[in-house]
């Protein structure tokens, strides 16, 4: 290997070693689609964008289950929010990589949690 290539190489292996990794966490809250395109969750510790119209939505929003069965609270036609826990890898800066997985949840469930702000 020449030196110009070789350093090259050591050079992209110590930037892919500076990008922060993703973590998997389990979170969960309100699940709000309040318009076509748009997806988001809000947990005890902010908002989580998983789609916005007019961009590509995150890795995995094909793994979101249908949400209407459980408690889904129609504000937009059949557009509105739900309760949900995601499973997501995610990025600083409460940025979401990937949706791993999401499971629907009685309403009753997130209306309970005191930690949550109201949806909407």
Do not use: K
């Given at each position: 290997m ?40 809000t ?26 069965t ?51």
């Amino acid at each position: 290997m020449n030196r110009a290539l070789h350093l090259s190489a050591i050079t992209i292996a110590l930037a892919l070693i500076a990008l922060p990794a993703a973590a998997q966490e389990r979170r969960c809250g309100w699940l709000e689609n309040p318009t076509p395109g748009n997806w988001w969750l809000t947990d005890r510790d902010g908002e989580w964008v998983l789609s916005t119209q007019g961009q590509d939505p995150v890795a995995g929003m094909d793994n979101v289950p249908d949400m209407t069965t459980r408690g889904w609270v129609a504000t937009n036609g059949s557009y509105g929010y739900g309760c949900a826990c995601l499973t997501m890898q995610t990025a600083p800066g409460r940025r979401v990589v990937r949706v791993l997985a999401a499971e629907p949840l009685p309403i009753s469930r997130c209306r309970a949690d005191r930690a949550l702000p109201a949806p909407g």
